[in-house]
């Protein structure tokens, strides 16, 4: 199934998603960066253990904070109940994910996706990446740059 981009990027220790689909922030991170960037007040209760979240809210904004395993990390959750890794959502207050609209949202994209190759713009398209795929010429100047 074709899965959403979702936008990242790290700021130092504090890394940085818009996700388009859930239409929240999702900020990862230590206290540190998360109190540093005045996401949370350092008063606020850090305790909670792996997998429980706090929630509250603002004039605008639904904040949901919870701890989780570091990236890269392996082994059982026990071992990272005191880790000092964040999750904090931040989503407008009024918002409401309809998860049931989210899943058929998408369907309907993952469909569109699939319907654009049936056309002539799609079958175009494809003839001439296969054509360039093929193409040594083209190959050899790719393999010049170095992200590729």
């Not at 959403?4 to 890394?15: C, K, Q």
């Not at 206290?31 to 008063?43: K, P, Q, Y």
């Not at 795929?133 to 170095?146: G, L, N, S, T, V």
Request: net charge positive; aromatic share 10%; charged share 30%.
């Amino acid at each position: 199934m074709h899965k959403p981009a979702i936008l990242t990027a790290v700021a130092g220790e504090l890394h940085i998603e818009m996700d388009p689909i859930f239409k929240r922030v999702v900020y990862r991170g230590t206290r540190e960066a998360l109190v540093a960037e005045g996401l949370v007040s350092d008063g606020r209760d850090w305790a909670c253990m792996l997998g429980q979240s706090q929630t509250w809210c603002d004039e605008r904004f639904r904040f949901n904070l919870v701890r989780e395993r570091p990236p890269g990390a392996k082994g059982p959750q026990r071992a990272f109940r005191d880790v000092d890794w964040w999750r904090l959502s931040v989503s407008r207050r009024d918002q409401r994910v309809d998860y049931a609209s989210v899943a058929i949202a998408r369907k309907q994209a993952e469909l569109k996706a699939h319907a654009f190759w049936q056309t002539s713009e799609g079958v175009e398209l494809l003839r001439r990446y296969c054509a360039a795929r093929r193409d040594p010429a083209y190959q050899a100047f790719r393999a010049q740059i170095p992200a590729l």
